[in-house]
Nanobody, 122 residues
Framework: QVQLVESGGGLVQAGGSLRLSCAASERTFRRYVWGWFRQAPGKERDFVAAIRWSGSSPLYADSVKGRFTIAADNAKNTVYLQMSGLKPEDTAVYYC???????????????WGQGTQVTVSS
């Protein structure tokens, strides 16, 4: 059983910052690549960013490039999503996911966290 524990969501004003965390066990963390996705009400789940457990090869959606940074801390078995310059359109439930292939395709990820709400007020 792969368990992903997310934290760090909340309410922030436009232009502000938040950092999301996704923790896993050591054995789990080093087996997978790690992604962040988000889903706004009534919309599909969209890719945000992904990275290898080693911290290499970060991948970003165009909509977040230059504002969001994904990082993997393999000493803490945790992947982070640092979000800056937040906009109201970033409001969504954010999900951490683990998969075997570094990709922006949601169906390629096998395991998902419970999601954490991020709300950006204007």
């Amino acid at each position: 059983q792969v368990q992903l524990v997310e934290s760090g969501g909340g309410l922030v004003q436009a232009g502000g910052s938040l950092r999301l965390s996704c923790a896993a066990s050591e054995r789990t963390f080093r087996r997978y690549v790690w992604g962040w996705f988000r889903q706004a009400p009534g919309k599909e789940r969209d890719f945000v960013a992904a990275i290898r457990w080693s911290g290499s090869s970060p991948l970003y959606a165009d909509s977040v490039k230059g504002r969001f940074t994904i990082a993997a801390d393999n000493a803490k078995n945790t992947v982070y999503l640092q979000m800056s310059g937040l906009k109201p359109e970033d409001t969504a439930v954010y999900y951490c996911a683990a998969g075997e292939r570094l990709t922006s395709t949601a169906r390629a990820y096998d395991y998902w966290g419970q999601g954490t709400q991020v709300t950006v007020s204007s």
